[in-house]
Nanobody, 128 residues
């Protein structure tokens, strides 16, 4: 059974940092491109950052460029999202997702509807 489990969320003050992790089980992440998405109540889920199978290509939402960094460690079957200089508007439930891909360098459009394997999410709250 394919499973993604996120961790690392929590409460942090503005300007602080968090690192989210996403561990896969039941499948090998080597064959999947990965994405981090977030959602707040009443709004659609949005793409935050995506990474190709090889890790050579990444993209970021304009709102997080320069602050967030996506990475992957295929040997550990884990994806990461390093979040720095956090702002209150980053508050959301963060989800990781995976999509099996034949292409090593493709990242696609980083849209939720492209992905078919999802974690349960981890809450990130940025507040004083």
């Amino acid at each position: 059974q394919l499973q993604l489990v996120e961790s690392g969320g929590g409460l942090v003050q503005p300007g602080g940092s968090l690192r989210l992790s996403c561990v896969a089980s039941g499948f090998t992440l080597d064959y999947y491109r990965l994405g981090w998405f977030r959602q707040v109540p009443g709004k659609e889920r949005e793409g935050v950052s995506c990474i190709s199978r090889s890790g050579s290509n990444t993209n970021y939402a304009d709102s997080v460029k320069g602050r967030f960094t996506i990475s992957r460690d295929n040997a550990k079957n884990t994806a990461y999202l390093q979040m720095n200089s956090l702002k209150p508007e980053d508050t959301a439930v963060y989800y990781c997702a995976a999509l099996r891909s034949a292409m090593l360098s493709t990242i696609g459009g980083c849209r939720p509807d492209e992905y078919d394997n999802w974690g349960q999410g981890t809450q990130v709250t940025v507040s004083t």
